[in-house]
């Protein structure tokens, strides 16, 4: 029995090896049966580090109708009782830190959508026409905010440039990707702002008929290149039926010096639900050959809620959610420089129960910040928080 | 100028006829709705989880749901409702939650679509059947769920005893 125990600690120790994880803590002030957080966003950036304060946005209905929250939590100590962002129905809350304890939130409100420059600051509204699934970056001095905005029949993206000047928030451009009408759906934009400043952006598009994830770069946060298809591998119609794979949800972050790493979750395997699938530009602007994130023991398996986050230093870390071990839970994988590593389950975020839906973020240190839903029916949905270093 | 602009009208709205969209004559709904007309008529929901370009979708469509007696089975006695597998549109579920379109894929686990779910008219999950399936697998399913047969007996037991 000891010698079973003893290979299994053995087996598991190079999963286990990486990360050294803070206990969970409880973001959310407010619990229930009939009161469901969401973390859902676009880019998933619901969590973000400023100075030593960590910030975590969400969305709950403990008002009656869906409203979004930010918990800020200063160093050593607990979250800080959240505070409420919006007046009206809110969805889809983004955050990131300026340093020094500021944070800009952005979140979609009656349609529109807006941000707001935290803890001290007012709402401004980013859109006049109807628009969704908000995200926010920040680089090189400057904060982009990205959007699905209508235009004629269908949503398109726009990306704005955001200034905080005397501790207000204002928007200095704003304009969409592609300066056509859309022929067909876009949405769910994802930013990044590489080392030299440049301006990545990602979404899913349905031009083709089915959702494809595209991505266009910018210089300078104005113009950008003609979009191309993140997804390396072409479908159609099969038969003269459909159209082509599935693939939604992109994510992106800066990533080395110069460098930008896209995630999102791909039906390219049609039989064992999404996948994760990332890709890399190294610099040149261009994205290459895609990369299956998930391990083997992933792979009969659908993936969900899949983000990738990165630093200046290399490091990059891929999350998401999958059943594998019979309910939900929180796995990463780490990139070494050649590859995604095993599969590791969060700590906390694992195990009986349903844990999913992570956002992350790493701060200026290295450490990462991981925040997801742990669902209960009975006692209600716990925001749950931790905090890993490198051993 | 004047047929380019038709052209473009024409293109466009080419664009925007979906492939994998619920079977044409058939009267899907949203989930919202589905789920309000249920209750009010008292009758199941057949829940339609469709992906947008879907090849299986159009497969299904083509060989199946183009069946006329099918098409009046099915829309005479259940509250029909189509959800696409990637959108961000949102719906409420029976519980009160607020979830994207998507975001139901995740919470019934699907891995595949066509995937269809046969709820009752509350809203309670009766079963969901993954891909393609001919005009009598739905018509069997029908007699499964509308003959009360789930309260007793799993799928696999009332299609073994079927004559």
């Known amino acids: ?391 | 100028m004047k047929l380019i602009t038709m052209l473009l009208a024409a293109s466009s709205m080419w664009a925007t006829t979906v492939l994998a969209d619920p079977p044409p004559g058939y009267p899907f709904v949203d989930f919202d709705a589905g789920l309000k007309a249920a209750r009010a008529d008292g009758k199941p929901i057949f829940l339609y989880f469709g992906r947008y370009g879907c090849a299986w979708c159009d497969h299904t469509n083509k060989k199946t749901f183009s069946d006329a007696g099918l098409k009046k089975l099915y829309s005479e006695n259940y509250a029909l409702v189509y959800v696409d597998a990637e959108s961000g549109k949102r719906l409420t579920l029976p519980s009160g939650e607020r979830i994207t379109e998507a975001e139901l894929g995740a919470r019934l686990q699907a891995f595949a679509t066509p995937l269809f779910v046969y709820m009752t008219p509350q809203g309670d999950k009766i079963m969901q059947i993954p891909g393609f399936k001919t005009v009598q697998d739905f018509r069997d399913y029908d007699r499964y769920v509308r003959g009360g047969h789930y309260k007793q007996k799993t799928l696999l037991e009332f299609l073994g005893g079927k004559s």
């Open chain 1, 1 to 391: 029995m000891r010698i079973a125990a003893l290979l299994l600690a053995v087996l598991a120790w190079p999963a286990q090896a990486g990360w050294e994880w803070s206990e969970p803590l409880t973001v959310n002030s407010v619990q229930g049966a009939a009161i469901f957080p969401h973390l859902e966003s676009a880019n998933r950036r619901g969590v973000a580090v400023s100075g030593d304060t960590v910030g975590v946005v969400w969305e709950d209905n403990r008002d009656g109708s869906p409203q979004c929250y930010l918990a800020l939590k200063p160093a050593d100590e607990g979250f800080q009782p959240e505070i409420r962002l919006s007046q009206a129905d809110c969805y889809e809350p983004v955050v990131v830190g300026l340093g020094a304890g500021r944070f800009v939130a952005a979140w979609e409100e009656a349609g529109k959508v807006h941000a707001q420059l935290l803890p001290d600051g007012s709402a401004l509204k980013l859109s006049d026409a109807e628009a969704a699934q908000v995200t926010l970056a920040v680089g090189s001095n400057t904060i982009y905010a990205a959007w699905a905005e209508q235009a004629g029949r269908f949503r398109r993206i726009v990306v704005a440039q955001l200034a905080v000047k005397a501790d207000a928030l204002s928007m200095e451009t704003a304009q969409p990707v592609e300066a056509g009408l859309p022929i067909d759906e876009q949405g769910w934009p994802a930013l990044a702002v590489a080392g030299d400043g440049s301006v990545t952006v990602a979404w899913e598009d349905r031009r083709a008929r089915h959702t494809v994830p595209m991505v266009s770069h910018s210089r300078d946060g104005r113009s950008f290149a003609p979009p191309a298809r993140l997804a390396d591998q072409r479908s159609g119609s099969v038969d003269g039926l459909g159209a082509g794979i599935g693939s939604m949800r992109p994510t992106l972050a800066a990533w080395g010096e110069r460098g930008v790493v896209a995630v999102w979750l791909d039906k390219r395997d049609f039989l064992s639900g999404y996948d994760v699938y990332a890709a890399f530009d190294t610099g040149t602007r261009r994205f290459g050959k895609n990369v299956r994130v998930q391990d083997n023991f992933g792979d009969n398996m659908a993936q969900w809620h899949a983000l990738v986050v990165g630093d200046a230093g290399g490091r990059l870390v891929a999350l998401w959610d999958d059943a594998r071990d019979g309910t939900p839970d929180v796995w990463l994988s780490e990139w070494d420089d050649e590859a995604f590593g095993d599969d590791v389950a969060v700590p906390g975020a694992a195990g009986p129960g349903a844990q999913s839906d992570p956002v992350a973020t790493l701060d200026v240190a290295g450490a990462l910040h991981v925040v997801w839903l742990d669902r209960d029916e009975a006692a209600g949905t716990r925001v749950r928080y931790a905090r890993a270093v490198r051993r």
